[in-house]
């Protein structure tokens, strides 16, 4: 029997503690919960995948104009289930789902959730780490659900949450208390506390980005981008979860910026962007449009996209400033 605490009991010690006394987080951790039953049914199909014959696209092109893969939709399926289980959720955002999954305003349904169901599936095929994404907002009392509901910005969310399936399957659950990361423990099915307080290191050991765009970039951020490369190891997966998880832990900064063709980049803000954007900065980290404060963007459209410069707070303010022309 493992000794380290489980998510529940993780969870329960902040229902006893901080979220007792905060309205905030009333029934936070049964969405929580959820989020982890999901990561389980989700982790057994990706690890099983090749045997079970659901590798591969289903045909369909996605709101993003992206082939969806088998997998993309069996995660977004397997997550507004649990969620919708939990009873705790009014309305769902997701990257495979054009509109506003809008499950209800009963009462307890209280939060609002934007999903990246698997971040990175293009190399599922190729058994390289991907993951899931989260983010977490408190619904506005008495507010109508649909499309405008959903549009907060990214500082106004009461937690975020990230999964990898890679070499181990570990959640990372933020809220306003800090950033904690816990292991999934097959056998005994439960998630377990395996990285309390999570703080990103001040030593940066490397630097993410596609340096194959970079004849593609403004020349300010061909500068950024010759800064890091002057400093630091490249170290690139291309599931941004893996590289955000191991800059997170080890020390390090990722950036997909835009560029003159793209301006507004590659990532999106709603269900990428700003749920890791509160983790980095719970860790004591910092994240950029390279403009302004991932956190500060007021969305105006629900899949829309953003630059992002993520991860140590010195390197990505050192880093904006040279794309700022500093
Ligand atoms: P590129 C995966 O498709 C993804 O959305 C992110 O997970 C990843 O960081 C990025 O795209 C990789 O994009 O253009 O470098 O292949």
Known sequence: MSTTRSLYETLADFAVSTWGNNKDYDGLDAVIMALAEGARLVQSKVEAAALAGVLGSTGDINVQGEVVQILDTFASDAFVSVLKGSGRVAAIGCEEIEGTVVLGDGAGQDYIVQMDPLDGS?????????????????????????????????????????????????????????????????????FQLTHPDIRIPDEVSCYSTNEGNFNTLDGATQMAVLALRESYSLRYVGSL???????????????????????????????????????????????????????????????????????NRDAVEQTVAIMKGG
């Open 122 to 190: 293009s190399n599922i095929d190729v058994a390289i780490s991907i993951g899931s994404i989260f983010g977490i907002w408190k619904r506005d009392p008495g507010e109508a659900i649909g499309d405008a509901s959903l549009l907060r910005p990214g500082r106004e969310q009461v937690a975020a949450v990230y999964t990898v399936y890679g070499s181990s399957t570990m959640m990372v659950l933020a809220t306003r208390d800090g950033v904690q990361g816990f292991t999934l423990n097959r056998p005994e099915k439960m």
């Open 241 to 311: 979860v893996a590289d955000f998880h191991r800059n997170l832990l080890k020390g390090g900064i990722f950036m997909y910026p835009g560029n003159p063709g793209s301006p507004e980049g590659k990532l999106r803000l709603m269900y990428e962007s700003n749920p890791l954007a509160f983790v980095a900065e719970q860790a004591g980290g910092a994240a950029s449009s390279g403009e302004q404060r991932i956190l500060d963007i007021q969305p105006e459209r629900p899949h829309q996209r953003t630059p992002l410069i993520i991860g």
